[in-house]
């Protein structure tokens, strides 16, 4: 049996696999929802007539897309009864900088703000760069309306583009910086980092311990961390080490034999929103963690 085809199949598949991942986490923020996505595109793909296939990429991308809306329409409902802030699950250390860039935290709440609808034209001509003739085949809508979905989620996320990009050998040490104020009880020091309407976000998710609503400015954030400084006066925070994530600046703990991330957005050398992880279903494939629980 000649099984030269399928193993094209697969070679053309496997090239843009990277790229179809992207897509589809940046539809669902889950890695591993996005797996299971491109997966599935995967036994569509074997299950098509490949002869009649003019351009794989294309209609590799239709795919992915359909399948993340329908996916993204029970994820929403699953997220109206979410306890607490939501939060995308972390991805650690891109490799790919420009891929990093619209990875961010900010971009990637901003993008839960969008309808489905907005949240596909935007991500496939804006950030992939499809033409609106390809993005109207693909989410199965007019190329005007395609425009329009487009228009009106970069007017909503415009705010959330990063204005003064911190690099990461600068965020990182202002990442040592955080950890070491917090972590020691300077609050002195931590007071200098934070912007007056800093933000923090902690993500549980009903599952472990974790405020049940953003905290808004200044005094909340270091009421918030002097109480964290007295536990970790009697329960040490382990650091397994710093990281990029989600294109922010961050590092990697364990709290009292939970893990969790803390990403910093950084402007004009002060942290304006602080995003912690602790919700344990989105941190299974945390690096350098396995074995390292008590």
């Given at each position: ?71 993204l329409k029970s994820a929403r409902r699953r ?17 790919d900088e420009e891929a990093a860039d619209d ?192």
């Open positions: 049996m000649n099984d030269a085809p399928e193993t094209s199949a697969a070679e053309i598949f496997a090239d843009l696999r990277p790229r179809l991942i992207r897509l589809a986490y940046r539809m669902l923020g889950s890695v591993a929802d996005a797996e299971d996505v491109v997966h599935d595109a995967w036994l569509r793909w074997l299950a098509t007539d490949r002869d009649q296939v003019r351009d794989p990429k294309a209609l590799l991308h239709t795919i992915v897309t359909r399948l993340s809306l329908n996916e997220r109206v009864t979410y306890i607490g802030p939501w939060l995308p699950e972390p991805l650690f250390d891109p490799e990875l961010t935290l900010p971009l990637m709440i901003a993008l839960e703000r969008l309808s489905p609808l907005e949240r596909a034209a935007f991500l496939l001509h804006d950030v992939f760069g499809l033409g609106f003739d390809a993005v109207s085949e693909t989410i199965g809508r007019e190329a005007a309306t395609c425009r329009k979905l487009a228009s009106r989620a970069r007017a909503h996320i415009h705010d959330a583009k990063p204005r003064f990009v911190v690099g990461n050998e600068e965020g990182l040490r202002l990442a040592n910086a955080f950890f070491a104020a917090t972590r020691s009880g300077d609050l002195a020091a931590l007071r200098a980092m934070l912007a007056e309407d800093v933000v923090v976000y902690a993500d549980g998710g009903g599952r472990v311990p974790a405020p049940t609503e953003p905290l808004i400015g200044h005094d909340a954030a270091m009421e918030r961390f002097a109480g964290l400084a007295r536990l970790f006066a009697v329960h040490p925070s382990r650091l397994i080490r710093y990281a990029i994530i989600n294109g922010l600046p961050g590092f990697i703990t364990i709290e009292n034999d939970i893990v969790q991330t803390t990403a910093l957005h950084v402007e004009n050398e002060r942290v304006v929103a602080i995003y912690v992880t602790r919700n344990p279903d989105k941190l299974h494939n945390v690096p350098d963690v396995t074995g390292l629980r008590n």
